[in-house]
């Protein structure tokens, strides 16, 4: 019998790092969490604990820290696409960087219709994310939202489905639909005006959601992945996970009361899962 390493990687996770870029009228901010992993010869530290091939993850927090100051001017794409450049280049042992970030989100403060300079307020849950996969021969980006926490009380239904023994659920043709949506997408492309594509995807999946007349999740979430395929050329494939947000109708009938839609419990646990990705065939 022979043992032998199999597939391993090393990094560092969690590194949280806020930079303000300072212009002459307002400053910028940024919030981010960033995790970078090496995958590469490194049997010998496993086996021999010979560690001249590592470089310390201490070494890495540091560097993420240090590009920053100059290269994180922009998207966390582009930052991201730089730091694992920097990280390969540098590391003839590494066969393969995976830089991932998840970037809090806030916006500057508005009164009167003008934006103050320097105070921000969170945009809540929601975070902005991108995953860097580079090899000496290719370059991968993967953007996506998390935690993005959307709702309807309007052209959401749910009916015509299995009904057997053990179904109670009634059907319906106005119910609240809301979902805290995780989608992510694959650029085909790596040099991009990352944010501006960013944004764009955005708005096409909220319109997306606000007007699409929903028979289903499962329904909507292909419309929202089929109009971004459509109008942004630059992605191949777009992937979602929508959890059903559950509100159901509280019974006023023990009241003498008809409830018309109006009156719902919003539960966190049972809840659906739906999963699905949208994919350009060639």
């Not at 021999?48 to 890495?60: C, E, H, K, V, Y």
């Not at 499962?218 to 959890?243: R, W």
């Amino acid at each position: 019998m022979k043992i032998v390493l199999g597939q391993n990687a090393y990094g560092k996770n969690a590194v949280n790092l806020t930079k303000i870029i300072r212009h002459k009228d307002h400053n910028e901010l940024k919030q981010i969490s960033v995790n970078v992993a090496f995958e590469g010869e490194f049997e010998s530290a496993h086996t021999a604990g010979d560690n001249t091939g590592i470089l310390p993850t201490d070494t890495m927090k540091n560097t993420v820290y240090a590009l920053a100051k100059e290269r994180y001017t922009s998207s966390i794409e582009e930052y991201g696409i730089d730091l694992a450049h920097h990280f390969l280049s540098n590391n003839p042992q590494v066969s393969e960087v995976r830089i991932d970030i998840t970037e809090h989100l806030w916006n500057r403060l508005s009164f009167d219709g003008k934006l103050h300079p320097f105070a921000y307020i969170s945009s809540g849950i929601e975070k902005h994310t991108a995953q860097i996969i580079h090899t000496p021969k290719t370059t991968s980006v993967i953007s996506g939202i998390k935690d993005l926490l959307i709702l309807k009380t309007y052209d959401s239904a749910f009916e015509k489905y299995i009904v057997d023994k053990f179904t109670t659920l009634k059907e319906t043709n106005d119910r609240i639909m809301s979902t805290q949506c995780e989608v992510s997408w694959h650029y085909s492309v790596n040099k991009l005006d990352f944010a501006s594509v960013y944004n764009k995807i955005r708005n096409i999946l909220l319109k997306t959601f606000a007007d699409h007349k929903s028979l289903s999740v499962q329904h909507t979430l292909y419309a929202m992945g089929e109009n971004v395929l459509k109008e942004i050329k630059e992605v191949k494939d777009i992937s979602f996970i929508m959890p059903n947000k559950h509100h159901i109708l509280f019974n006023l009938e023990q009241f003498g009361m008809e409830n018309e839609n109006e009156i719902f419990i919003a539960t966190d646990e049972p809840f659906g899962y739906i999963t699905g990705t949208v994919t350009r065939e060639e």
